[in-house]
T-cell receptor, first 110, second 110 residues
């Protein structure tokens, strides 16, 4: 089976940095994804990691450690518009679909 | 994203009635997926398709059926709607390298 864990809620201050963690246990591993989902909207793709290390894309970075079954999403210079849910998803080996965690709802306060 | 559309966007139906949700894509993707999203559960796979007339079950397929008669269209049918099927339904296209999601259908069964 697949198990993906991430915190349910987080709060951070505008302009600050926040790290959202994700741990996973899956039958094989083919990549890890982060999606952003604003309330009432569809998830949108943020990042994809398949090798260990840090991937940086503007204010957002994503890190992966396959040996630890661990990833994090780092958001810098937080803006009010970053208030959203952040979904961690894993692609197991041999599967044709993604498995999602329950999501982390981030609230950015002034 | 104009490449994938869902209809209807909102629907209220009565318990015991059949309901069909439609997903239409213009990207010629082989794989299409139906997920439901509920608080505390995240996105869970209902069914997916890997080609015309080729479908398979996901983790929460009971009470749902699907059909794919054309590459562009993937239909999700609730044969006899129940209150436990009140949810937000997302269609997605892609594969184990990531998804693009439709805008979602909010279904309420009363």
């Amino acid at each position: 089976g697949q198990n993906i864990d991430q915190p349910t809620e987080m709060t951070a201050t505008e302009g600050a940095i926040v790290q959202i963690n994700c741990t996973y246990q899956t039958s094989g591993f083919n990549g890890l994804f982060w999606y952003q989902q604003h309330a009432g909207e569809a998830p949108t793709f943020l990042s994809y990691n398949v090798l260990d290390g840090l991937e940086e894309k503007g204010r957002f970075s994503s890190f992966l450690s396959r040996s630890k079954g661990y990833s994090y999403l780092l958001l810098k210079e937080l803006q009010m518009k970053d208030s959203a849910s952040y979904l961690c998803a894993v692609s197991p080996t041999g599967a044709n679909n993604l498995f999602f965690g329950t999501g982390t709802r981030l609230t950015v306060i002034p | 994203d104009a490449g994938i559309t869902q209809s209807p966007r909102h629907k209220v139906t009565e318990t015991g009635t059949p309901v069909t949700l439609r997903c239409h894509q213009t990207e010629n993707h082989r794989y299409m997926y139906w997920y439901r999203q509920d608080p505390g559960h995240g996105l869970r796979l209902i069914h997916y398709s890997y080609g015309v007339k080729d479908t398979d079950k996901g983790e929460v397929s009971d009470g749902y059926s699907v059909s794919r008669s054309k590459t562009e269209d993937f239909l999700l049918t609730l044969e006899s709607a129940t209150s436990s099927q009140t949810s937000v339904y997302f269609c997605a296209i892609g594969g184990n390298y990531g998804y693009t999601f439709g805008s979602g259908t909010r279904l309420t069964v009363v």
